[in-house]
């Protein structure tokens, strides 16, 4: 139903998976100016630069945590490092496109920026503002910026959305391309396979001390022990002085007062629809859709229940929820839209209503006017705002005295503690961007423990779990170990590498015996190999042996009684005969088109868009005013393997 509502300009939501936008679950990336720079990678942990600028480690590690954060994805390793480069790469085209789209005049006005901001539900909770002071908390507490800070970025972040647009307009889709589409997803196959595990062949892996030595020397870089740091430290829990941060109705009462406009609910309409699409369709089919949106009314005014009828019909994101659009203001939807939405009564159905978009039936379950909420209605929602105010201020002014103490005898740290009555902790020594318990990954923290000097008290700063003070005992400088030191992990690593190739030429003599032979299953039973048959599968499918049988692509190539070469799949080695092929029925291709259209339409203007990066990445690289240093990037990668 978003795209039923106006836009100046169609923003297209292609770019903003990397805006700072604070959405439960979401995965953003916080973008956050790099720091003056000279000529040369003079900074320790230099990524790559863009006109002088340098991008580091720690920008990146930034990036990936605010990436992953609330998403048990980040904890793993693995994953983290395959999401790096990615990131590195959106970081540098912060810049990169901000450029770009400036040459080209494009801008984003005031206007635009308003509407954006609209659209954050945190910001415009059902459709009103959460006022300037609840704003610029939210902003200060979850990106410890200003809001001006904050309003910059989003308008740059759209005005890098437009550049994506600019760069993929004007891309079509032909007939072809969207039946070609649909036999690559739907057409089927079955094979007769023989899987190699590498896993299987870990025991078949002879170590030599000299070929274990040159693998050490050779990925010596990956075994690199980063820089650590181990605190000791005094958490402050709200629970201190959640006394102090009692909020009584007079206090309340100010509030509301002092801020009235907050209070003001425009006219809305509480709405829920049923969409059938005629955008982009022919006279007849447009006519289709309108026969079947009678046929749907007359169900949902005979007593059908509006929502399932939503669920099973409309052709609207919002019919997972049954249609529901929730409350609706004037000037926020289209003129036909809006006024049926605002003449009809509570609890009735609408006629069909025809927009550029297609048939609406509508169905409004309540109506507002103007008004301003009582004080009887907001004031069990101001009070814990109000208490969680009374408590971050007593709980800073509580922090800061405790810091105070601790700066002032630092060698007295335990002593001093104990005479405020808190609790001395230590943390175990932790490399940046690293778990720790109490004091999670917080930027705020590691970064101030990497700044501070051995014995130093740094300044109160915040966790989840309050308000923390630490002091540096140990500092870990970055090191290369010797292979002793990392033998187990080196001959863990060893043995994992070899094992697959030990698989593929498990696989190679299968495939050469069934080459000679000119029978896959003879070839399988004189090596002593099961092989296992498949059920039919598309190419979209998930096989539970072979993982995505998109990996299976030659498969998909090959005739019935022809067989594969060495395939890697899931992570092991296959080898695989196609005993059935089967084309897909195209009476299925008209239900599916549309979608078709529209999957392949975007993964053009996603592709044309990425072409057009690469290029502005080149030619930069070519005059020398983006220069990046991959064996940084290695070293920082292969810190995800220790």
Known sequence: MLKLFRRKESLKKFFLGFILVFISAALVISLAPLPSATTGPTQLGTLAEYKGEEVTELHLQRALDTQFRGSPLGREPAIRAQFAPRVLDELLFRYVGIDEARRLGLTVSNEELTAYLRTLPWLYPEGNFVGMDRYELII???????????????????????????????????????????????????????????????????????????????????????????????????????????????????????????????????????????????????????????????????????????????????????????????????????????????????????????????????????????????????????????????????????????????????????????????????????????????????????????????????????????QLIERLEEHLPTLDQVRARVEQDYRAGQSGVVARERAGELATQAAEVGDFKKAARSLRLRWTRSSLFARTQYLDDLGSAASLGPAFSLEEGEFSKVVEAGGNTVVFEVVKRQAADEAGLDEQREILREDLSARKRSLAYELHRQSLFRQLEITGELVRYPQTMATFLSSYQQ
């Open 140 to 470: 200060q507490s979850q990106s410890r910026m200003t809001v001006a800070e904050f309003e910059a970025q989003m308008r740059e972040s759209l005005l890098l959305d437009k550049l994506r647009w600019v760069a993929s307009d004007g891309l079509e889709v032909s007939d072809a391309e969207v039946r070609e589409e649909f036999h690559r997803r739907s057409d089927q196959v079955q094979i007769d396979y023989v899987l190699f595990d590498p896993s299987r062949y870990l025991q078949a892996v002879k170590i030599e001390a000299a070929q274990l030595e040159a693998y050490f020397a050779a990925n010596q870089g990956k075994y690199s022990v980063r820089e650590q740091r181990r605190l000791r430290y005094v958490l402050i829990d709200p629970d201190r002085v959640r006394a102090d941060a009692e909020v009584s109705e007079e206090d309340i009462r100010a509030y509301y007062r002092s801020r009235l406009d907050e209070f003001r609910v425009q006219e809305r309409a509480q709405v829920s629809h049923i969409l059938f699409r005629t955008l982009g369709q022919s006279e007849e089919e447009a006519a289709l859709a309108e026969q079947k949106a009678s046929d749907v009314l007359k169900q949902a005014r005979a007593g059908t229940e509006f929502a399932k009828l939503a669920e099973e019909h409309s052709e609207d994101a919002t019919a997972a929820v049954g249609g529901d659009l929730g409350w609706v203001y004037r000037g926020q939807t289209v003129s036909e839209f809006e006024r049926a939405a605002f003449t009809l009564e509570p609890n009735t159905i609408s006629d069909l209503i025809k927009t550029t978009y297609g048939f609406h039936i509508l169905k409004v379950a309540d109506r507002q006017k103007a008004h301003l909420e009582t004080f009887d209605q907001v004031q069990d929602r101001l009070r814990p705002i109000l208490e969680g105010q009374k408590r971050d201020a007593a709980l800073g002014a509580l922090a800061n005295r405790v810091e105070r103490a601790l700066r002032a005898r630092p060698t007295a740290f335990s002593e001093v503690a104990a005479e405020l009555d808190l609790r001395v902790r230590e943390t175990p020594l932790f490399r940046h961007g690293q778990a720790v318990t109490d004091l999670g990954t917080e930027n705020n923290v590691h970064d101030l423990a990497f700044r501070l000097r051995e014995g130093e008290v740094g300044t109160a700063v915040s966790v989840p779990k309050g308000r923390v003070i630490v």
